[in-house]
């Protein structure tokens, strides 16, 4: 069974800096992609950023140049982050963690796991 827990959600005021953290555990094979989305009240869940397996990384318009992801395989294994700096009010949502991974080696397909969320609010 896989699983993606996300830690490190919160208040923080305007301009603060907040850091993710998403560890996925179970019986996984390997990992392709991993990424955060985000979910605002009332609006539908968007792609914050994401990283491939080669340390490619893909952000939102409204993230880049403050938000940054990374991902550690090898001190702790299997875990993305995101490192959001100069934070404002619209960041405020649920954040989710997604991973596209296989569990054996015998798979064709990648699948698409997701974290429960933590929420962000930026708010003074």
């Known amino acids: 069974q896989v699983q993606l827990v996300e830690s490190g959600g919160g208040l923080v005021q305007p301009g603060g800096s907040l850091r993710l953290s998403c560890a996925a555990s179970g019986s996984i094979f390997d990992i392709n992609a991993m990424g955060w989305y985000r979910q605002a009240p009332g609006k539908e869940r968007e792609l914050v950023a994401t990283i491939g397996s080669g340390r490619i990384t893909n952000y939102a318009d409204s993230v880049k140049g403050r938000f940054t992801i990374s991902r550690d395989n090898v001190k702790v294994k299997n875990t993305v982050y995101l490192q959001m700096n100069s934070l404002k009010p619209e960041d405020t949502a649920v954040y989710y963690c997604?991973?596209?991974?296989?569990?054996?080696?015998?798979?064709?397909?990648?699948?698409?796991?997701w974290g429960q969320g933590t929420l962000v609010t930026v708010s003074s």
């Open positions: 997604n991973a596209d991974l296989r569990v054996t080696p015998f798979q064709n397909k990648y699948l698409e796991f």
